[in-house]
């Protein structure tokens, strides 16, 4: 049977290497039972390039998380994604001899891995429009050469450090804190300014930003001192961080529930984020309140706990918007307020409940952070027994026979108790469903039990 010509080779090779890890791992399953010459040329192709990837990411695993933007959105030290693959094209045609020694797991492996990051620092110096190519602003594209080929002259330092990244984050001993200042040295052997290079490569392995000052502090016997950090070469990563509380807390205070409603799942990130920054700030560092830094971080706290409080308040009066009171005659004038069993089991009203009270629920920790825990430990004990009380006098209308709709006036209580779920009154809740349970058949099919689930 015919193989594949040389043009479809070509093509196929082009084509895989702009595939996605998880789309050659999908063509790689699609093609795998395939019989036939083509199938299996096709197989090997795509063998070819996954080990190639694999070689890849030993070799630029220093510097491969700097290839994308930080998910927080915190400034870093950030390369084009196109420059990844060019830079290893080039760095692999120079050294194609030692390809082979990837594939191994030991020692001789990783000194290949740190000769090919000194083959693409000398490629990005002398070829540098092959790695990069001219295009948009100049000045940042010299600026990002030159961070490129210093961080790849300082790959061999980072690729030493990485293993004990997870040590330094936790409760370092005194010879790991010495390893970590050592490594530090080295690398400003290398670069003038290497030790803030190479932190610049270990926070790029840190999803949660705030951790880099677990290891800054740990730099120096004075890191820990606002006045030494601040004049020192790695305040930007403070400076990152604070920068980030403050666009944050920008967008809290921005936060209008009844209009945004849709981004209450992106107001709860983002206070548990400032929350966790702000938290880290006050173990790692002591602030002098009159600084800079420290100003910024006390208007902060100030703007999100008063916005914070709003939206506590805001959580009560939507709870009564969604499950409405009304008058009812009980005997002559006397009367007495009772749930409004017509009143929408979804919709716009239930819909900002459920939204502000599972911020209510998940708002625990920065509450604490930002002084407003006593507060919404009060409106959550208030709000579960005026929730708890408007599905029993349900429950007894029901059972009353005063529902003139008894699955709606179910599904009134199924809102009920997702209310409850949203703010962790998980007993009650399930008390309520309970009762439900007995008074008549539940509202499974309702939306408030699909939003529930």
């Known amino acids: 049977m015919a193989g594949l ?43 070819e390039e996954s080990r190639d990837r694999l070689r890849r990411a030993k070799v630029l695993a220093p510097l491969a998380p700097m290839f994308r933007v930080r998910a927080d959105g915190i400034a870093a030290m950030v390369f084009p994604p196109h420059v990844l693959p060019r830079l290893w094209r080039a760095a692999r045609e120079r050294e194609p001899d030692l390809l082979i020694h990837l594939d191994q797991d030991d020692p001789s492996a990783t000194a290949v891995a740190d000769r090919f990051c000194q083959a693409a620092a000398l490629v990005v110096r002398d070829q540098p429009d092959l790695v990069w190519p001219p295009g948009g602003d100049e000045t940042a ?15 061999h330092l980072a690729r030493r450090g990485l293993p004990s990244l997870e040590i330094w984050l936790k409760r370092p001993d005194g010879d790991q804190i010495a390893e970590l200042r050592l490594l530090l040295k080295d690398c400003a052997g290398v670069h003038v300014d290497g030790a803030q290079r190479v ?21 120096s016997l004075a890191a820990g001192r606002e006045g030494f950090l601040s004049e020192s070469e790695l305040a930007g990563f403070v400076e ?17 529930p009844g209009a945004d409603l849709d981004h209450v799942e992106t107001v709860i990130a983002d206070l548990n984020w400032c929350a966790g920054v702000l938290g880290e700030l006050d173990v790692t560092l002591t602030l002098n309140p009159q600084s800079v830094w420290g100003k910024s971080v006390r208007d902060a706290r100030v703007a999100i706990a008063r916005r914070l409080s709003g939206l506590l308040r805001a959580a009560d009066k939507a709870v009564d918007d969604a499950l409405p009171l009304e008058r009812v005659q009980i005997a002559g004038r006397m009367t007495r307020k009772a749930p409004r069993l017509a009143a929408p089991v979804d919709g716009p009203a239930a819909d900002a409940a459920l939204s502000l009270l599972k911020l209510v629920g998940s708002a625990r920790g920065p509450a604490s952070t930002f002084g407003c825990e006593a507060d919404r430990k009060t409106l959550v004990a208030a709000l579960t027994d005026r929730l708890s009380d408007h599905a029993d006098q349900t429950l007894r209308m029901i059972n009353d026979g ?26 009650p809740a399930r008390t309520v469903r309970r009762r439900a349970a007995v008074a008549g058949a539940p509202a499974k099919g309702s939306e408030a039990s699909s939003r529930a689930a």
């Open 199 to 219: 932190l610049e490569m270990l926070f790029a392995h840190l999803q949660d930003a705030v951790l880099i000052l677990r290891i800054v502090i740990q730099t």
């Open 5 to 47: 010509s040389v043009a479809h080779r070509v093509a196929l090779t082009a084509l895989l290497a702009g595939c996605p890890d998880a789309a050659l791992r999908a063509v790689s399953a699609a093609v795998a039972p395939m019989g036939g010459g083509r199938a299996a040329e096709l197989r090997m192709l795509i063998g």
């Open 141 to 155: 594209r010299q600026a990002g050469l030159a961070d490129l080929a210093a961080c790849l002259d300082l790959a």
């Open 240 to 256: 990152r961080l604070i920068a980030g509380v403050d666009v944050r807390a920008r967008k809290i205070e921005a936060f209008r």
């Open 402 to 427: 005063e529902a003139e709709d008894e699955t709606h006036a179910l599904g009134l209580v199924e809102l009920v108790a997702v209310c409850l779920d949203h703010i962790d009154a998980v007993e």
